[in-house]
């Protein structure tokens, strides 16, 4: 088969790197502007073809029903990106987050609707791991009562995308080309990750803020106006009559508080604790027999040939070729986005937004 990445940087080489696992041989062709780009990236999978334009290297060779093209430009070029594959008769990944805001996020959706053609998004990076899945096999279970609760909070001290991590890609920190801060770079995992585990059919965002903490490393030389801490008060409602589910969200790369990695769900019967982006830590179910709080580990079963970075191209490849597969595609890919949306709007209005989640397609398959 063969993969066409539009970007050469960074990410664009896990997605070479995880090409080489799929079960058949890949021919890679990349499109970049930039030549240092290029030759780094023709440097490290030497026998990939190189285009300075993706139009170019789209419009090289009629598509094939197999073609996979995916979009890893920062996000201002991922409606561009995006546009182009489809309209060459592709089937697109889009790397998160999926665009720069709702509009564009339902044009991508049209557009791909028009073609025929599947479109997917890299949020779903860290679903099918298998300690995200050990989580909703109990949930699943019963086990855990009437669910009522959950916390949800990721928070680094520094760790900001354009600073201390990957200080060369300084557009991480340009509200116009990266559309926001840490809520655009870490909100898709987030979002994609609580609507795989509760299954909403309604999200509220009942109030939400963001922040941007100050510290010596912020660069002077260059446009920085994105926020690097985020909360919101959420409301998950179920496709069933189960009762809502009020969610603590928060999500941080700079806080002068403490770091904290808590995912946690509480029900009438027994609670489940776990750290939803670190398949290392173990699952947690703490329930009461006798009056007595009792806490046990739950087994995720064995680890899979893949990693994290494998993912969003290995559920796609499944997806495209009709085999088990978690690619969120068609409606699906976006609900996620659409609640960052929703996040920042409140954020700003003090409002509160509403959310409709597409139904979930994939079927079942243990990845990680
Ligand atoms: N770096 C990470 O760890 C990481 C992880 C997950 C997802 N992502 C996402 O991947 C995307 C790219 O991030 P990155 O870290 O690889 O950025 P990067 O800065 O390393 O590379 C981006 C590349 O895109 C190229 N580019 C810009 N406009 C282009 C266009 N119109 N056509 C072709 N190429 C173009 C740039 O020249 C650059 O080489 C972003 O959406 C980001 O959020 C990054």
């Not at 909403?200 to 100050?214: D, F, L, N, Y």
Request: with cysteine; hydrophobic share 40%; net charge negative.
């Amino acid at each position: 088969m063969r993969l066409y990445l539009i970007g050469a940087g960074v990410i664009a080489r896990t997605h070479a790197e995880a090409a080489a696992k799929l079960p058949q041989a890949v021919e890679l062709r990349v499109a970049d502007p930039n030549a240092e780009a290029l030759k780094s990236f023709l440097s490290s999978f030497p026998k990939s073809i190189t285009f300075a334009d993706a139009e170019q290297m789209l419009s090289s060779e009629p598509p094939l029903e197999d073609d996979i093209v995916i979009v890893a430009t920062p996000p201002f070029a991922h409606l561009e990106g995006t546009r182009l594959a489809l309209k060459s008769g592709r089937h697109t990944l889009c790397e998160k987050p999926f665009a720069m805001n709702d509009e564009e996020a339902e044009e991508m959706l049209l557009l791909a609707e028009a073609e025929g053609k599947l479109l997917g998004c890299c949020s779903v990076r860290y679903k099918g791991m298998l300690h995200n899945e050990a989580v909703k096999n109990v949930i699943r279970s019963g086990a855990l009562g009437d669910i009522y609760h959950a916390t949800f909070v990721n928070k680094w001290t520094r760790s900001r995308a354009g600073i201390e991590y990957q200080p060369a890609s300084r557009w991480f920190l340009d509200k116009s080309k990266s559309g926001g801060g840490i809520l655009m770079d870490w909100g898709p995992y987030d979002f994609a990750t609580l609507i795989d585990v509760l299954d909403p059919a309604e999200i509220e965002v009942s109030s939400a803020w963001t922040a941007k903490p100050q510290t010596a490393a912020d660069p002077q030389d260059v446009v920085y106006n994105v926020e690097h801490h985020v909360g919101a008060q959420l409301t998950f409602r179920s496709r069933s009559n189960a009762r809502p589910i009020a969610i603590h969200y928060e999500r941080g790369t700079c806080t002068h508080g403490s770091e904290q990695f808590i995912g946690e769900i509480e029900g009438t019967l027994g609670a489940l604790r776990w750290t939803p982006f670190d398949s290392r830590q173990p699952v947690f179910f703490r329930s009461d027999h006798d009056g007595v709080v009792v806490e046990e580990i739950v087994d995720p079963g064995p680890r899979g040939p893949y990693t994290v970075m494998d993912h969003p191209l290995i559920h796609f490849y499944n997806q495209v070729n009709a085999l088990p597969s978690h690619a969120n595609v068609g409606r699906r890919a976006v609900d996620h986005f659409l609640c960052i949306g929703a996040l920042y709007k409140c954020a700003d209005s003090g409002e509160k937004q509403l959310v409709t989640v597409a139904p979930a397609t994939d079927a079942r398959e243990a990845s990680e």
